[in-house]
C-alpha cells in the first residue's frame, strides 16, 4: 500500500466522523486538546495533519519567508486559503490603540508595511500591535464587502 493511499482512506475516514471521534483523533495527531469543536474546523486540521504527517510540513524556505515578514506566529501554524486583501499601494490603515494611533499602509503586492517591518496580512500586523491573535481585517474596521474573496 503506498503512503498515497493510506492518505485517502484516513480522509476518506474523517470526512465520515462525527464530531467526537473528530476531537478523539485531534488529541491523537496533535497532543492537545482542539481550540474548538466545530465540525469544518477539525476535519479540515485533520486532513492537513495527516498530510504534513505522510508528507512533510511546511518547506524550509516558506517558513523563513514567514518569519523575515515579521510574521513568527504564522510560521508556526497552518497554512489556510484565507481571504487576501489586495489594497492599492499607498493606502493607509489606521487604528487607535492603547492611545496610540497605528499606521499601516499597503505596499499594492498584499502584504502590509508597520514600523519599517513588511507583513503578509493585517492580522500579522495587528498581532504585532497587540500581542494577540485577531482577525486584522475586522480590527482595522473593514467589511466583507472591502475583501475580495
Not at 48 to 55: L, N, S
Amino acid at each position: 500500500m503506498t503512503r498515497e493511499s493510506t492518505v485517502l482512506q484516513q480522509i476518506a475516514r474523517i470526512r465520515e466522523a462525527k464530531v467526537d471521534e473528530l476531537v478523539v483523533r485531534y488529541r491523537e495527531l496533535f497532543g492537545r486538546e482542539p481550540p474548538n469543536r466545530q465540525f469544518e474546523f477539525l476535519r479540515r486540521a485533520l486532513v492537513y495533519r495527516i498530510q504534513e504527517i505522510q508528507f512533510g510540513g511546511l518547506d524550509p524556505a516558506v517558513r523563513d519567508r514567514l518569519v523575515a515578514e515579521g510574521d513568527e506566529k504564522a510560521a508556526d501554524k497552518r497554512v489556510r486559503g484565507a481571504p487576501r486583501l489586495d489594497a492599492i499601494r499607498g493606502t493607509e490603515f489606521r487604528r487607535e490603540w492603547k492611545g496610540k494611533i497605528h499606521v499601516v499602509t499597503a505596499t499594492g503586492d498584499g502584504r502590509f508595511e508597520y514600523g519599517g517591518v513588511v507583513y503578509a496580512s493585517l492580522t500579522a500586523v495587528a498581532f504585532a500591535i497587540t500581542g494577540t491573535h485577531r482577525n486584522g481585517v475586522k480590527w482595522f474596521g473593514l467589511t466583507d464587502r472591502m475583501v475580495r474573496k
